[in-house]
């Protein structure tokens, strides 16, 4: 456990700081209706990056960085004169011409380029895993900047962005202020996208501040709450990357998902008060208890259908008892299944103790030679390949069983949730 903090903290405490500066800015993007904002200046930030790339520069280099903060700055030009075509089309339709051409754009350029897939998947998922205490103190300094850039005029960029037509009636310059509100917005996202990838920038972008604007119409109070709920999610997403071995970025934007419907289904019990309350939980028990037997029925006519398919609820309910399976089988069949299984487990063991050695090798700073690469990367393809082998033979043995279950579970397991389906319904 306490490598894992080690190992997690300096990803931990950037995700902090992100979660701190876009949940604000994130609800200005909800209230202003531009959701995808973000999407098209990180893709624009990326088109830049991209640009840097194909000429030569360091992903990471400050040349890098300085295209794509030039891009994006250029796209805020665009967003901030979006609002006055918003007469003949919507700006929403704008951002997303923006986004779509940028990564066409990117696309074309990384076509032919040697590690061009690596370059896109970099854009998009990042990096935050491998963040440094350099990066942390650079990205907090910035942020902490642009934080002051914004109290200081917060007044004229929540008028601007809640009630633009009364800062216009003050005479207020919609043009410069929205321009330097893109601006700062493009800033935070370069230098975001280049850490944490573009998705999971969308994802600290809106998440946090949909959770907030559900809860609460005071801003103070969907901060608090979108600051809470971004780093109870960056937590678990980095804590499931670690267990299971997982991608960092993607599992987080998973982890961001997960905590948006869990607010969502929450609501209704945690705001509302005597009757309501009481209906809300009864109408939640309702739909939780047909949607089990919606699934239980579906997944009784997908055994009895096809049992050589893959079967979630059965495997879920065998994982938990494995007797639920071993009844449907034969003892060679227990016994061949058992052993396939365990050196399954002892493959996968030395698998993830070889990957553990490689990520903690570039943790500690420790480079690994070419030679040593090869050889590791060997080595979990020969283990990838064993595992195969393994887990065919308990697929084929599962498979048996399932062919013996399709009418013992799956046609009763239809008829009976159907059944309780049709009473529940009354």
Same mark, same amino acid.
């Given at each position: 456990?306490?490598?894992?903090?080690?190992?997690?903290?300096?990803?931990?405490?950037?995700?902090?700081?992100?979660?701190?500066?876009?949940?604000?800015?994130?609800?200005?993007?909800?209230?202003?209706?531009?959701?995808?904002?973000?999407?098209?200046?990180?893709?624009?930030?990326?088109?830049?990056?991209?640009?840097?790339?194909?000429?030569?520069?360091?992903?990471?280099?400050?040349?890098?960085?300085?295209?794509?903060?030039?891009?994006?700055?250029?796209?805020?030009?665009?967003?901030?004169?979006?609002?006055?075509? *918003?007469? #003949? /089309?919507?700006?929403?339709?704008? %951002? !997303?011409?923006?986004?779509? &051409?940028? +990564?066409? $754009? =990117?696309? @074309?350029?990384?076509?032919?380029?040697?590690?061009?897939?690596?370059?896109?998947?970099?854009?998009?998922?990042?990096?935050?895993?491998?963040?440094?205490?350099?990066?942390?103190?650079?990205?907090?300094?910035?942020?902490?900047?642009?934080?002051?850039?914004?109290?200081?005029?917060?007044?004229?960029?929540?008028?601007?962005?809640?009630?633009?037509?009364?800062?216009?009636?003050?005479?207020?310059?919609?043009?410069?202020?929205?321009?330097?509100?893109?601006?700062?917005?493009?800033?935070?996202?370069?230098?975001?996208?280049?850490?944490?990838?573009?998705?999971?920038?969308?994802?600290?972008?809106?998440?946090?501040?949909?959770?907030?604007?559900?809860? *609460?119409? #005071? /801003?103070?109070?969907?901060?608090? %709450? !979108?600051?809470?709920?971004? &780093?109870? +999610?960056? $937590? =678990?997403? @980095?804590?499931?990357?670690?267990?299971?071995?997982?991608?960092?970025?993607?599992?987080?934007?998973?982890?961001?998902?997960?905590?948006?419907?869990?607010?969502?289904?929450?609501?209704?019990?945690?705001?509302?008060?005597?009757?309501?309350?009481?209906?809300?939980?009864?109408?939640?028990?309702?739909?939780?208890?047909?949607?089990?037997?919606?699934?239980?029925?579906?997944?009784?006519?997908?055994?009895?259908?096809?049992?050589?398919?893959?079967?979630?609820?059965?495997?879920?309910?065998?994982?938990?008892?494995?007797?639920?399976?071993?009844?449907?089988?034969?003892?060679?069949?227990?016994?061949?299944?058992?052993?396939?299984?365990?050196?399954?487990?002892?493959?996968?063991?030395?698998?993830?103790?070889?990957?553990?050695?490689?990520?903690?090798?570039?943790?500690?700073?420790?480079? @690994?030679?070419?030679?040593?690469?090869?050889?590791?990367?060997?080595?979990?393809?020969?283990?990838?390949?064993?595992?195969?082998?393994?887990?065919?033979?308990?697929?084929?043995?599962?498979?048996?069983?399932?062919?013996?279950?399709?009418?013992?579970?799956?046609?009763?397991?239809?008829?009976?949730?159907?059944?309780?389906?049709?009473?529940?319904?009354?």
């Amino acid at each position: 456990m306490s490598d894992a903090i080690q190992f997690l903290t300096v990803a931990f405490l950037v995700a902090i700081v992100l979660t701190g500066i876009h949940a604000y800015l994130g609800i200005h993007v909800l209230s202003r209706n531009v959701v995808f904002v973000d999407l098209a200046l990180a893709q624009i930030s990326a088109l830049g990056a991209t640009v840097a790339f194909m000429l030569g520069h360091l992903p990471q280099s400050a040349a890098a960085y300085g295209y794509a903060l030039a891009f994006t700055l250029a796209g805020a030009v665009l967003l901030s004169l979006s609002r006055h075509w *918003s007469g #003949r /089309i919507t700006q929403e339709a704008v %951002i !997303g011409v923006i986004y779509v &051409v940028s +990564a066409a $754009a =990117a696309f @074309l350029l990384i076509d032919k380029a040697p590690q061009g897939a690596e370059h896109i998947k970099q854009l998009l998922v990042g990096s935050i895993l491998t963040a440094t205490v350099d990066d942390l103190i650079r990205l907090a300094a910035l942020y902490a900047v642009i934080a002051a850039f914004h109290w200081l005029f917060r007044k004229r960029f929540l008028l601007l962005t809640l009630d633009p037509a009364r800062a216009k009636a003050q005479g207020l310059n919609v043009s410069w202020w929205d321009f330097l509100f893109y601006a700062s917005f493009g800033v935070v996202v370069t230098s975001s996208v280049a850490i944490a990838g573009v998705l999971l920038v969308f994802s600290f972008l809106i998440i946090p501040a949909a959770i907030g604007m559900i809860y *609460s119409d #005071r /801003i103070a109070r969907k901060l608090y %709450i !979108g600051w809470t709920a971004g &780093v109870l +999610a960056s $937590a =678990a997403g @980095l804590g499931a990357s670690y267990a299971w071995d997982l991608p960092t970025g993607a599992t987080m934007v998973c982890a961001f998902g997960v905590m948006l419907a869990l607010a969502g289904l929450a609501r209704p019990l945690l705001t509302a008060r005597g009757a309501e309350r009481r209906g809300a939980m009864r109408q939640a028990r309702h739909l939780l208890i047909n949607g089990i037997l919606i699934s239980s029925a579906l997944s009784g006519a997908w055994l009895a259908l096809n049992p050589r398919a893959d079967q979630p609820l059965l495997e879920a309910l065998e994982a938990a008892q494995p007797a639920i399976r071993d009844y449907f089988l034969s003892p060679t069949e227990r016994d061949i299944y058992a052993s396939a299984a365990n050196v399954e487990s002892k493959i996968g063991g030395e698998s993830s103790r070889i990957g553990q050695l490689e990520r903690e090798s570039r943790w500690q700073g420790s480079e @690994l030679t070419d030679d040593e690469v090869r050889r590791l990367a060997s080595y979990v393809q020969s283990f990838q390949e064993m595992q195969k082998g393994e887990q065919f033979v308990q697929r084929e043995i599962r498979n048996r069983a399932r062919e013996r279950q399709r009418w013992a579970i799956g046609v009763p397991l239809l008829l009976i949730s159907l059944g309780l389906l049709l009473v529940t319904l009354k």
